[in-house]
Structures are given as structure tokens and as C-alpha cells.
């Protein structure tokens, strides 16, 4: 949830660059790159033998001996090229080309096959998982950088996928060169996109399933506020006194219990040292804080992970540790319940669980088990929320665990078993709508961080539900509203993904009123009883002049 101590950024900024691999190889195909502005380009034509019909691959060159000139497999005239990928070879074939510095230029071809990509090496791609046995055309856009005189254009199939076909391949822009570079053989394999992990879902819209259950642990009101505390840690946001904590947070999550070591599942609460923290409360009056918070109808919650509370239930001896350290926590502060932040590598699924409903890998078996005896130990009014990131949750709409062939990566949507077994117990779910890559949404386009069209397209997929992987028999269903929350950082300093307040009004709008939405309109309908927001932090929204807190109190009255 949060970077090293005395950093600036929020949760999540470390697990951002660790992970930053891992969207890369799951959302390979995702956005294209784009550097800059640049002119608009007039139509010419730059590639040589763009559709193959001299019968030879000159100049492409492919390699190894993958590629080749057929008959009988062309989108247009006589010829196309055949890439024969290989358990070792991605069947790579490439043309340089002279371009002109801080320009535009249109690349298409039109492809068939299974796992067909295009693209300019260094810059942007795309790719199709497969066409059916028809062609099908993909293009992309890029602009060349300031001094650059040469691109590289690329097509490829996926290892172990087999033979595809591409034709007509042309690139446009603002004047045919003269004379094109001579094009060098590739020398190397590493690919140039990233690998296909699983089939992308089909375009026909999920079906829902009803709410099972209001949410437990009652006592919130109609729309509440959560944020996260730094209590055991400072920042740049500084520390703030859980006395001074403003009644405009319903929820206050203590951030953070960690483990003594990963495996362990043996949780500590340490507060913040004097040495770290000048103005921290002592024990008693912290305590009594806490009290005086709940007397006035105020949640207290102990939350486990952060980015640097990596936590794997690996054996049943961890998850025992778990539940009896973590209930020591609770009775020790009198806390209301527990928020589940784990990031990192924390969830994971082994190869071959590939069931949200019936898990197996031990740490999410493990954690459901903790979990569910917490429960049972506290009764009804526990409190239980959690804050995954969209990696491990609506991504699962694209890519679950390692996936049918391996290799992908294996913490997609490794939180939906987890929801899913525990969404009869869960009081929130607040997905993190930051410190995020593109995910792809219900409309099957990817969406970015950056307006509230993001917050709109993730939220709707909690409260429509999703098919998990694209299959369509395997759908995770609905969440109540009342037991969804959107998660966004509370300042341009706390995370990646902020948005100024009337973007914020903006999502909230279109979500529950179905008013000022933007390009993505949500599938689930007009949803009023969604439950509210939760934000990184509490001590960056007071950093931040309550910015935040004082458009959620606006909004809601």
C-alpha cells in the first residue's frame, strides 16, 4: 500500500516498477505508445513488396527460416507471407525503412492466424489472439522521435501457436523514400510484444448474478468514506493524530500490520516510533482515540499487507499464526474488524487452478480459511474489507493465473477466489483504481487511468460481474452496491491516477445517477446504493487541505 518510509508516493509504488513486467505480459496488446506531437501525414506509401506478390520475401527478412512467400493463403493478389512459429521461434519478420523525426505514421497489415502481432520495434504494437480462419486487419499508429531517421516494422506470430499469414502490409505517411535501408535479418529472439497469456474475452456482455447479501458488519451509513492512517510509519504526508483524525471518515484502516517474515503469517502492529513520528500519541491515548472514534459511529480496522507486508499462507501452520496474531491485534486496540491489502506477490495461483469458485493453491485456500474463522470468532459485526489492486481483480477478465499454456503471469485475478468466498462475510470491497495499467473493461477497450471514465469502466465490473478469462461459462458474479467502494488517491502526491474533484463527481454521477457519463457507459444500470469511496490517505487528503473529504461531504450532504 504505501513505498519506503519517508517517500512521498503511496502504496503500491514499489509493487508499480516490480510488476511493471507483469502488465506488460498480460496486456500485451493494450495501448499503443505514442511520442508526441507530430505533423499529420499525407499518404505515401513507405514499405517495399508490402503484399508479396514478387513471390520472394525481399527486403523482409525473417528469422531463421521461418519465414516464406505462399499462394493460396492471400487477402488480396496472388501472394502472403507465412510465418511458421515454433515452440522456439516466434517467426519474426521485419523491414527498415527511412522515416522523417517527430512524424506520425499509420502501420496496417491484414493478418490470419492464431496470435498475430504488428507493430515498430521500440514503439508501439498491437495483435489479434486469432481470426478465425478469416484475415482480419490490424493497424497502429506512431510517432517517430525528434532526430530519428530509420523504423523497423515487425510482424510475428506466438511461440507454439503455429503458422500465420499476413498481407498487405503498408505504412503511411508523408512521402515514399527513395532509397529504404537494407533490412538485417533479426539476430536475436526476444520478442518485441509481450507474450499472449490467455484468450481476451468475447464482446458479448457478461451476465450478472444477484447480490447474495447486504453487507455484513453493519453500523456504516448509506454512503461512507474510508481512508487508510498512517499509524505505524511517516511520510511526506506527516503524521497524523488518530484524535485529530476529522469525523468525515467512516472507516479508518490502521495502516499497517505486517509479518515477521513472509511465510511466517505471524502479523505485528508496531506504531510509529517517536524517532520517525515527533507528535505521536502515546498507547493509552491512542486507545482511547480509537474508543472515542467508535462512540461515534466510526469504524477501526487493523490493515494487514502494504506494499511491504508481503504476506503467503503457505501452510496451515501460517494460516493458524495468522488468526491468532491478527485477533491479538484486534482485542489488543478494540478494533472493529480487518482490511486485507495484500499486494505484491502475496496472491498468487499455482499452475493448473484455474476455478475461482474452487481454488487450490494453498495461500488463497489459507487466507479463506483465516478469514472465515475470524468471522465466525467475532460474529456479525465484524468488519471485513479489502483493497486489491486491479491486477488482481478485473484483469481476471482478461487473464487468470498462469493461464490455459503457462507462462503467464500467475497473480492475474488471483484475489477473485478470495471475494468470491468470502463475498457472504465482506462488509467493502474498494478496489485500488490506481497506481494501475490499461485494463480492459465490459465494452471489451482498455481504459486508462486519468478521467473518470476508468473509475466508471473497473467499479462497473464489480457491480455487473464478468466472465473470468473470456470463458462465459465461469462468471464472477455481481457485488451488492452497498458493497462497493472506488478506490483513488487522495492527492498528485499519494499515487498515480489522481483526479481533481469534479472528475470525482463526474464517475459518481454516471455510476449513480447514469448522468454525465463519459465514452464508457456502465452495463450494470443507474446504481444509488453504491457505498462510497476509499482513498489513500487520510494523511494526504489532510496533507492535501481535505481536498478529498470535503467533495465527498459536498457530494453526499
Not at 256 to 267: A, L
Not at 378 to 396: I, K, N, R, W
Amino acid at each position: 500500500m504505501r513505498t519506503p518510509r519517508r517517500t512521498a508516493l503511496r502504496r503500491g509504488g514499489r509493487r508499480t516498477l516490480a510488476a511493471g513486467t507483469a502488465w506488460a505480459v498480460a496486456a500485451a496488446g493494450a495501448v499503443a505508445l505514442s511520442f508526441g506531437l507530430a505533423p499529420s501525414a499525407s499518404a505515401g506509401e513507405f514499405l517495399v513488396n508490402g503484399g508479396f506478390e514478387t513471390g520472394s520475401l525481399g527486403p523482409w527478412s525473417c528469422t531463421g527460416a521461418t519465414g516464406s512467400v505462399v499462394t493460396g493463403q492471400s487477402h488480396s493478389g496472388s501472394h502472403a507471407l507465412a510465418g511458421a512459429a515454433s515452440a522456439s521461434d516466434n517467426a519474426q519478420c521485419i523491414q527498415t525503412v527511412t522515416v522523417q523525426p517527430s512524424t506520425t505514421y499509420t502501420l496496417s497489415a491484414y493478418v490470419n492466424g492464431a496470435y498475430v502481432y504488428l507493430g515498430v520495434n521500440g514503439g508501439a504494437s498491437t495483435w489479434t489472439p486469432g481470426t478465425g480462419g478469416a484475415y482480419q486487419k490490424l493497424t497502429v499508429s506512431f510517432t517517430t522521435a525528434a532526430g530519428q531517421t530509420s523504423a523497423t516494422v515487425f510482424t510475428h506470430g506466438w511461440y507454439g501457436q503455429g503458422t500465420y499469414y499476413a498481407d498487405d502490409v503498408s505504412l503511411d505517411g508523408p512521402g515514399a523514400p527513395t532509397n529504404p535501408p537494407t533490412t538485417q535479418p533479426p539476430t536475436s529472439q526476444p520478442p518485441t510484444s509481450q507474450p499472449p497469456t490467455s484468450q481476451p474475452p468475447t464482446s458479448q456482455p457478461p451476465t450478472s448474478q444477484p447480490p447474495t447479501t447486504p453487507p455484513p458488519g453493519g453500523g456504516l451509513p448509506a454512503h461512507a468514506l474510508v481512508g487508510y492512517l498512517h499509524a505505524s510509519f511517516a511520510n511526506g504526508a506527516g503524521y497524523t493524530r488518530m484524535a485529530d483524525v476529522p469525523a468525515s471518515w467512516d472507516v479508518i484502516d490502521l495502516s499497517f500490520g505486517e509479518p515477521t517474515s513472509v511465510t511466517s503469517g505471524d502479523i505485528r502492529f508496531n506504531r510509529c516510533p517517536v524517532s520517525e513520528c515527533a507528535s505521536v500519541e502515546s498507547d493509552a491515548d491512542f486507545k482511547a482515540a480509537i474508543a472515542a472514534k467508535q462512540a461515534q459511529g466510526k469504524k477501526v480496522l487493523i490493515s494487514i499487507g502494504g506494499q511491504n507486508g508481503q504476506v503467503q499462507l503457505t501452510t496451515t501452520a501460517a494460516r493458524d499464526a495468522f488468526v491468532s496474531s491478527v485477533s491479538a491485534i484486534i482485542d489488543r486496540w478494540g478494533l472493529n474488524g480487518l482490511d486485507i491489502d495484500f499486494e505484491g506477490h502475496s496472491l498468487s495461483l499455482n499452475t493448473g487452478d484455474t476455478d475461482f469458485k474452487n481454488p487450490t493453491s494453498p495461500v488463497i485456500v489459507n487466507l479463506i480459511s483465516a478469514l472465515k474463522t475470524l468471522k465466525a470468532k467475532y460474529g456479525p459485526d465484524f468488519v471485513l474489507t479489502m483493497a486489491p489492486e486491479t491486477f488482481f481483480v478485473q484483469l481476471g477478465y482478461q487473464y487468470y493465473g498462469s493461464g490455459p499454456w503457462g507462462g503467464q503471469d500467475p497473480r492475474a485475478g488471483a484475489y477473485l477466489p478470495v471475494i468470491y468466498a468470502m463475498r457472504g462475510d465482506l462488509t467493502l470491497l474498494h478496489v485500488q483504481d490506481y497506481n494501475s495499467g490499461s485494463i480492459m473493461g465490459l465494452d471489451d477497450q482498455y481504459h486508462s487511468m486519468g478521467g473518470a471514465d476508468f473509475h466508471v469502466a473497473m467499479t462497473d465490473m464489480l457491480l455487473k460481474g464478468f466472465p473470468v478469462a473470456g470463458n462465459t461459462a465461469n462468471v464472477f458474479p455481481a457485488l451488492a452496491p452497498s458493497q462497493v467502494a472506488i478506490g483513488m488517491p487522495a492527492t498528485v502526491n499519494a499515487g498515480n491516477g489522481y483526479l481533481a474533484p469534479a472528475e470525482v463527481d463526474k464517475a459518481l454521477d454516471c455510476l449513480t445517477k447514469a448522468a454525465n457519463c463519459g465514452s464508457y457507459v456502465p452495463r450494470s444500470g443507474v446504481q444509488p446504493n453504491l457505498r462510497g469511496l476509499m482513498t489513500w490517505s487520510i494523511n494526504w487528503d489532510q496533507f492535501g487541505g481535505k481536498e478529498f473529504s470535503r467533495n465527498f461531504d459536498s457530494y453526499f450532504g
